[in-house]
């Protein structure tokens, strides 16, 4: 499916971007630690990463979904890079944080998506039930109802003889599933959730309206197929050179 629509919080809450503290609704980072090789190399290693992975919600005039990002190809709506001294930052990125110097040995690189963010969003559509697992919600609801075992009994002790057979506890349980199932039908407690997709395609977010987004990828898969050919070429010449010797 294609959607677009404004970015809003996952629905435990708003969030906020692990090294920045900003809020937003999609965050990654990377912390990386300066060495100095034996040839004077400067190299970056990787200390610590992260992703988000709860889903935030998607408006439009229609409606709203959930997304989840696992797998999305994501372009943010901010991307910086800032040093310092220590294993996480001590202050927000700004001008006199931005450049390296021989003192900072920590590199921070975090994105994210900001929350009111005007997201196209390309993926697979699905429903679920807002109950992860019907049986789970029968067992929470009959071990409620054993809590008083005298009301219990008065409901589904059938032969009065002061405790529930197998049938009877059947029944319990019958009951149970159908208050749950009543339940989700009243509420339509259905969700529909973007996600990745099954079959390959892409999975894309991005703060792009549908025509830049397309028009992006067209250049992406342009640039693809000229490396390909590229490639294809240079092996091809390679395999002849060593032929000919």
Not at 165 to 178: D, F, G
Not at 193 to 214: N, S, Y
């Amino acid at each position: 499916v294609h959607l677009e629509g404004e970015a809003g919080p996952p629905p435990e809450g708003p969030i906020s971007a692990p090294l920045s503290g900003r809020p937003c609704v999609w965050w990654d980072y990377r912390i990386e630690r300066h060495q100095s090789t034996a040839n004077n190399r400067n190299e970056w290693h990787v200390t610590d990463s992260a992703t988000s992975v709860a889903p935030f919600s998607l408006r439009d005039q229609d409606g709203e979904c959930l997304v989840g990002p696992v797998g999305a190809d994501v372009t943010p709506t901010s991307h910086d890079t800032w040093y310092g001294e220590s294993p996480r930052p001590a202050c927000l990125p700004d001008a006199q944080t931005r450049g390296w110097t021989s003192d900072r040995s920590y590199r921070y690189t975090e994105r994210l998506v900001g929350a009111g963010a005007r997201l196209t969003v390309l993926g697979e559509l699905s429903s679920r039930s807002a109950v992860e697992s019907l049986e789970q919600e029968v067992g929470k609801i009959v071990v409620g109802w054993k809590q008083d075992q005298q009301a219990l009994l008065a409901r589904f002790d059938r032969d009065h003889d002061g405790q529930l057979s197998a049938e009877e506890w059947e029944a319990v349980r019958a009951a149970a599933r159908e208050q749950v199932e009543g339940t989700l039908a009243t509420q339509g407690a259905r969700v529909s959730v973007v996600g990745q997709t099954t079959h390959g395609e892409p999975f894309l977010i991005a703060p792009l309206d549908a025509k830049r987004l397309v028009s992006r990828e067209k250049h992406r898969a342009a640039l693809a197929l000229a490396a390909s050919v590229v490639l294809a070429l240079l092996t091809a010449w390679a395999v002849q050179k060593a032929t000919l010797r």
